[in-house]
């Protein structure tokens, strides 16, 4: 398959345009402008025809969408310790948000109590991706059954400056606060500013959220 001329079939101009809005971070032209279904029913193909252990090696990618179809040919694997290790792999190579959050390996979930001290070493990482995929990780698998006080500590101790840290912190605060209110809510006083504020307005925007948490909520911005 000659991967290149593939993902450039697919393009469409107008969404790579609007995709270089939203991703002002990556250089423009590294933007082919293919959709999420496309590029996920590529990477099924990839791993259908054999042809995805090769694609994975081939580090670093020159692309948006490779980095995204590695991300989502990651996500189809099954055995838990291969995920991980595949993770690893990729990882300090991950430049941006989206790629960052759309890389969501499924059976994660089902090894939660093996995943969660990986995810406190990657939220100590200085690559600030990696950081971001940790916090997220604890989003999407720690605020239910598996939620646990400490958690919070762990994201509120960060001090970083980099942006989209300071916006997983908050995304991942305000879903707490739709999910361990009693637990979550004293916290957010003593947070940072530019922090406190953006869980606010999270929260606020949330329709998890109640009307009543969020009108204590705004007495804090």
């Not at 490779?66 to 991980?84: G, K, Y």
């Not at 990729?90 to 390996?105: G, I, K």
Request: hydrophobic letters at 45%; glycine letters at 2%.
């Amino acid at each position: 398959m000659n991967l290149t001329a593939e993902l450039h079939a697919l393009r469409d101009e107008r969404y790579a345009a609007f995709q270089r809005r939203l991703i002002p971070t990556l250089p423009p032209a590294s933007i082919v402008g293919v959709r999420t279904p496309a590029l996920r029913a590529l990477a099924r193909r990839l791993v259908e025809e054999g042809e995805a252990e090769a694609f994975l090696k081939a580090l670093p990618h020159s692309t948006f969408e490779e980095n995204q179809l590695h991300a989502f040919i990651i996500a189809l694997e099954r055995d838990f310790d291969r995920c991980l290790a595949r993770v690893e792999a990729f990882l300090p190579h991950v430049d941006n948000w989206a790629t960052c959050d759309q890389l969501s390996p499924a059976c994660f979930g089902r090894h939660r109590a093996a995943l969660l001290p990986h995810l406190r070493r990657w939220m100590d990482s200085d690559r600030e991706y990696t950081v971001r995929f940790g916090i997220g990780m604890l989003l999407r698998h720690f605020l239910d059954a598996d939620f646990r006080t400490e958690h919070l500590g762990w994201v509120t101790a960060l001090r970083r400056d980099e942006y989209y840290i300071t916006m997983m912190q908050a995304w991942y605060l305000a879903t707490a606060l739709a999910k361990q209110w009693d637990a979550t809510r004293p916290l957010v006083a003593t947070l940072p500013e530019p922090l406190r504020r953006m869980t606010v307005r999270k929260a606020c925007e949330s329709f998890r959220v109640s009307d009543a948490h969020k009108a204590e909520l705004r007495q804090l911005q």
